[in-house]
C-alpha cells in the first residue's frame, strides 16, 4: 500500500506538467507558430521539453527504486560494492549530461544559424523604439525621400521573408512577436537585426519584451499578414498623403489640428504638420489601436484619449490638450477622416 501511493505522486507530476504545457494557446504564444522561424525556436523548445521529461521520469524512477527497494542485512563490503556509487555518479552525472547537453547544443547552434539571416528578404522596414510606442518606416529612394511612417503596426505580405532593422530613440527596448520568431533588442545608437515571415495572412499580436518604464506593458504591436498583392496596395495607399477633407466638421477639425499643441508633435503628409516626436496621423484612422495597442481605434477610444491620455496610459509624453467640446468633436471628425 506504501509503495503504491509513492509511485502516484511522479506520474501525478508528470500528468501535470503536461496538462499545463497542452494548453499553451493564446494570441502570444511561442507554441502557436505563424512561420518557419518561430516553428524552428518552437522545435527546440520541444526537443528540450522531452529531454527534460524522460530525464525527469528516469530520475524519479530510480529516486523510487532507491527509497523502496527491499532492505537487504548488512554485508561487508566488498571491493565490487565499492565501486557501485562511483559507477552511478560517472554514468548519471558525467556521461549523461554530456550528452544530452552535446546534443542540445548542436540542435542550438543549428537553430541560430538558421535565424541568423533573412537571406534575400523581399521587404525591408526599420522599427524605432520609443518610450511608448513603435515607429514602423518603410523606406523608399536612395535619398529616402519617399520613405513613409506610420505606428505600432508593421504590414507585411504574407509568405515572405521580411527583414527588420530595428533601433531605439530613447531606452532599451525588446521587440518579439512571439508566433513569428524570437526576441531582438532596440538599442539606441545600434541597428540590430531580425526578419520575420508570416505563413499566412492574419493579424499577429507582439509586445515589447524588455522593461522600459512605466508603460512598459502598454508597447504592443501588431504584425499585419496580407496576400501579397493586398500588401502592394495597401503600401501605395500608406504612401499617400492624407486626403483633404471632405465635410466642414471634418474641415474645421483639421484647423483645430494644425492649430494647437497636436501639430507639435504628429504629422500629416498632406498639410503643413511634419513634426517626428509622435506616431504620423496620416493614416490614423486605418489602424487597428491607439496607443501602442492599448485601446481600439473607435471614435469613443480615441476621444477618451485626446481627452486626457495620462489618464489610460499616465507618464506617456502625449499631454492633455485643453479643446472645447465643439473643438474635440471636430477634430475627431477629422482624425477619423484619416484612412
Ligand atoms: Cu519598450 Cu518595454
Redesign the pocket.
Known amino acids: 500500500m506504501r509503495r503504491g501511493r509513492g509511485a502516484l505522486v511522479p506520474l501525478a507530476t508528470v500528468a501535470g506538467g503536461l496538462a499545463l504545457t497542452a494548453c499553451g494557446g493564446g494570441p502570444q504564444s511561442t507554441l502557436q507558430t505563424h512561420g518557419p522561424a518561430a516553428e524552428r525556436i518552437a522545435d527546440l523548445w520541444w526537443l528540450m521539453f522531452y529531454i527534460a521529461l524522460a530525464t525527469g521520469v528516469v530520475t524519479l524512477a530510480l529516486l523510487g527504486w532507491a527509497a523502496f527497494r527491499p532492505r537487504r542485512d548488512w554485508r561487508p563490503p566488498t571491493p565490487e560494492s565499492d565501486r557501485a556509487p562511483t559507477r552511478w555518479i560517472l554514468i548519471g552525472g558525467v556521461a549523461f549530461p554530456a550528452v544530452v547537453l552535446s546534443v542540445v547544443f548542436v540542435f542550438v547552434l543549428s537553430t541560430l544559424g538558421a535565424l541568423a539571416s533573412p537571406g534575400d528578404a523581399a521587404l525591408t522596414v526599420e522599427v524605432t ?1 520609443k ?2 510606442w513603435w515607429e514602423v518606416k518603410y523606406p523608399a529612394g536612395d535619398d529616402r525621400t519617399g520613405t513613409v511612417r506610420t505606428a505600432n503596426e508593421i504590414h507585411v505580405p504574407a509568405g515572405q521573408r521580411v527583414e527588420l532593422l530595428l533601433t531605439s530613440d530613447d531606452v532599451i ?2 521587440f518579439w512577436a512571439p508566433g513569428l520568431n524570437g526576441k531582438m533588442d532596440l538599442i539606441p545608437g545600434r541597428q540590430n537585426r531580425i526578419w520575420i515571415q508570416a505563413d499566412t495572412p492574419g493579424v499577429y499580436r507582439g509586445q ?5 518604464g512605466l508603460q ?1 506593458t502598454h ?1 504592443g504591436f501588431r504584425v499585419i499578414a496580407h496576400e501579397p498583392a493586398a500588401f502592394a496596395e495597401w503600401l501605395a495607399h500608406l504612401r499617400q498623403p492624407a486626403a483633404p477633407p471632405q465635410d466642414s466638421l471634418a474641415r474645421v477639425g483639421q484647423q483645430v489640428f494644425l492649430s494647437r499643441a497636436c501639430v507639435l508633435c504628429h504629422a500629416v503628409r498632406g498639410t503643413g504638420a511634419h513634426a517626428t516626436a509622435g506616431p504620423d496621423l496620416t493614416h490614423l484612422a486605418s489602424r487597428l489601436t491607439l496607443a501602442a495597442g492599448t485601446l481600439p481605434n473607435t471614435r469613443g477610444h480615441l476621444g477618451g484619449w485626446i481627452g486626457n491620455p495620462q489618464h489610460i496610459k499616465p507618464g506617456n509624453h502625449m499631454p492633455r490638450v485643453p479643446l472645447s467640446a465643439a473643438e474635440l468633436e471636430a477634430l475627431l471628425a477629422y482624425l477619423q477622416s484619416l484612412d
Do not use: F, K
Not at 208 to 212: L, V
Open positions: 523604439g518610450q511608448w527596448h525588446s515589447c519584451a524588455e522593461y522600459c512598459h508597447m
